[in-house]
Each structure stands twice: as structure tokens, then as C-alpha cells.
């Protein structure tokens, strides 16, 4: 008999339970594309270091110190570079893919509503999370064309040395180098602001807002 009872016991405590809180598709890929959105500043801290090396082997360069090899260092952070900015596109691109699917099944979910108060409501919100991303995007695509235009500027100088690597040529491409470091300074200063605005939707993704 107690064994007939323990048993009804545990099928019972099996059984869900109506009502009990259970995420919607929604919230399911908000939790995925906050986890992304993580990843995501995490390759651009990872980028801005590159970056930061980068200046130093230019400075080395500028100074005529090639003591440590400065050009060669220069070539592989450029190359991890190079492979970060990679993975940034591809990520970027899950953070839009996760997006688009957690407005969609969002909409879906609260299209059944009937109030229409609640419908208004509801509808605001979705447009507000809408426009908080597209704000994001733009300037992920801003600082990714500035990107484009300092890799592409940092490539010329690898070129350049590559055929020419004396006090003289290093001389001579000064001005550049020093346009090349300044752009970078730059770029560290706008991946900044982008991580914190990262961070910030984020927080709004994940429903934490306002802690």
C-alpha cells in the first residue's frame, strides 16, 4: 500500500501543473540573442586590444625602432585582426538573424489579444524594441564601414612595407602611419560607445531594463 501511495505521489509531482510560467518563443530567442549579443562585445574587446597593438607597433615604426621586430608584429596582430573582424560579421549577423525571429514570434504570440487597450499597449512595445535594435544596427554598420576604411589603410601599409622597409621609406610613409594610428585611436574610441549601447540593449532584450 505505501508502495502504491509513493508511487501515485511521484506520478503526481510529474504532472505540470496549469498556469505554471513557462517561456514563449519569444523569450526563448531573447535569451539566445542576448548570449550573442555577449559574444558579440566580447570580439569587439577583443578587437580593440588588437587595435591597441597595433598603434604601438606603428609608434615603433615612426621612431625607427625596429628592435623587436616591430614590422613582423605589426603584420601578425593585423592578421588576428583581420580574423576577429571576421567572426564580428558573422556574429553580427546571428545578433539581425535573432532578431528578426524574436520580433516575429512576438507579434504571433499577441496577435490573438482581443482588449484593444491591450493590443495598443503591446504593439507600442514591440515597436519601441524595434526601433531600439534598428538604432543599434546603424551604428554597427557605421562603425563596420569605418572599419572597412581603417583595415584597408592598415593592409596598404603591410604592402608598403613589404616592398620597402628602410629608415628612408619608413620616413617618407610617416604621414600615413600617422593617419593610420589616428583612425584607429578613433575607431578604439567609437567601439566605446557601441560596446555600451551593446550592453544596453542587451539588458533591454533580456527584460532587465530597468535594474
Do not use: H
Not at 512576438?106 to 484593444?116: A, L
Not at 619608413?170 to 600615413?176: A, F, L, R, S
Amino acid at each position: 500500500m505505501k508502495k502504491l501511495l509513493m508511487a501515485m505521489l511521484v506520478g503526481w509531482a510529474l504532472i505540470p501543473v496549469a498556469g505554471w510560467a513557462q517561456n514563449s518563443d519569444s523569450l526563448n530567442i531573447a535569451a539566445d540573442q542576448a548570449v550573442s549579443m555577449n559574444k558579440l562585445d566580447d570580439l569587439s574587446g577583443r578587437a580593440q586590444k588588437r587595435l591597441s597593438y597595433i598603434m604601438t607597433n606603428l609608434a615603433d615604426l615612426t621612431d625607427g625602432n625596429d628592435s623587436n621586430n616591430s614590422f613582423d608584429k605589426f603584420k601578425e596582430n593585423l592578421e588576428d585582426l583581420q580574423d576577429i573582424r571576421s567572426d564580428i560579421k558573422d556574429r553580427v549577423e546571428k545578433v539581425r538573424d535573432l532578431q528578426g525571429q524574436r520580433m516575429a514570434a512576438w507579434t504571433k504570440e499577441v496577435s490573438g489579444m482581443t482588449d484593444k487597450d491591450m493590443r495598443k499597449m503591446t504593439n507600442d512595445q514591440i515597436d519601441k524594441a524595434k526601433a531600439d535594435f534598428d538604432a543599434l544596427d546603424k551604428q554597427l554598420r557605421e562603425v563596420g564601414g569605418d572599419a572597412n576604411d581603417l583595415t584597408a589603410l592598415l593592409l596598404d601599409l603591410q604592402k608598403y612595407f613589404a616592398s620597402s622597409f628602410t629608415p628612408d621609406s619608413i620616413k617618407t610613409c610617416t604621414p600615413m602611419i600617422e593617419k593610420a594610428r589616428t583612425a584607429s585611436q578613433e575607431m578604439v574610441k567609437s567601439v566605446d560607445v557601441l560596446r555600451d549601447n551593446i550592453y544596453k540593449q542587451k539588458k533591454e532584450v533580456k527584460g532587465t531594463s530597468g535594474n
